[in-house]
T-cell receptor, first 114, second 110 residues
Framework: EVQLLESGGGLVQPGGSLRLSCAAS????????MMWVRQAPGKGLDWVSG????????YYADSVKGRFTISRDNSKNTLFLQMNSLRADDTAVYYC???????GGQGTLVTVSS | QSALTQPASVSGSPGQSITISCTGT?????????VSWYQQHPGRAPKLLIY???NRPSGVSNRFSGSKSGTTASLTISGLQAEDEADYYC??????????FGGGTRLTVL
């Protein structure tokens, strides 16, 4: 079964850090360009960051550039998102997605609040 | 980067076909054949339906198809079913080496 399992979310104070993980299974992870997207409560999807299959190329939305870092470990079929200097407007459910494979996850909730 | 433009809502009856449009600019939809479509049911993760304008991932029904003309991409759902009722989002690669989503379209099956 093709699956993506996000983890690492939680409640953090403004200025704090979190590291999200996404464990992939059921497909050739290293062949998949991956991305993180987020969805604030009651809002639409918001693209956050992307990474090539090899991990050699990364992309970031302007809103997170310099604060978030995307990476991957193809030997462990895992995608990461290191989030620093978190702000209240980063509060959302975060999903990892492959750009060419339909894979389901459940997302992980990040809440930034004092 | 501004969001892509989608209609807020569309509707159709079971068995009918509907089309959802996604309008961008010459810096995103019009420049690259890198448009994707996602389906999202309430409380669920988005599901990839179409990538690279017309490609359907393994496991996705052939009732879903994609196309593009100029700066507008389209998703067509044929043989509408009750289970298709969901939110649909388009997404495009941009000249800034980022991706951008549309605002989403709520599909109601009458």
């Amino acid at each position: 079964e093709v699956q993506l399992l996000e983890s690492g979310g939680g409640l953090v104070q403004p200025g704090g850090s979190l590291r999200l993980s996404c464990a992939a299974s059921g497909f050739t992870f290293s062949s998949c360009g991956m991305m993180w997207v987020r969805q604030a409560p009651g809002k639409g999807l918001d693209w956050v960051s992307g990474i090539s299959g090899s991990g050699g190329t990364t992309y970031y939305a302007d809103s997170v550039k310099g604060r978030f870092t995307i990476s991957r470990d193809n030997s462990k079929n895992t995608l990461f998102l290191q989030m620093n200097s978190l702000r209240a407007d980063d509060t959302a459910v975060y999903y990892c997605l492959c750009v060419s494979v339909t894979a389901g996850g459940q997302g992980t909730l990040v809440t930034v609040s004092s | 980067q501004s969001a892509l433009t989608q209609p807020a809502s569309v509707s159709g009856s079971p068995g009918q076909s509907i089309t959802i449009s996604c309008t961008g600019t010459s810096s995103d939809v019009g420049l690259y054949n890198l448009v994707s479509w996602y389906q999202q049911h309430p409380g669920r993760a988005p599901k990839l339906l179409i990538y690279d304008v017309t490609n359907r991932p393994s496991g996705v029904s052939n009732r879903f198809s994609g196309s593009k003309s100029g700066t507008t991409a389209s998703l067509t759902i044929s043989g509408l079913q009750a289970e298709d009722e969901a939110d649909y989002y388009c997404n495009s690669y941009t000249s800034s080496s980022t991706r951008v989503f549309g605002g989403g379209t709520r599909l109601t099956v009458l």
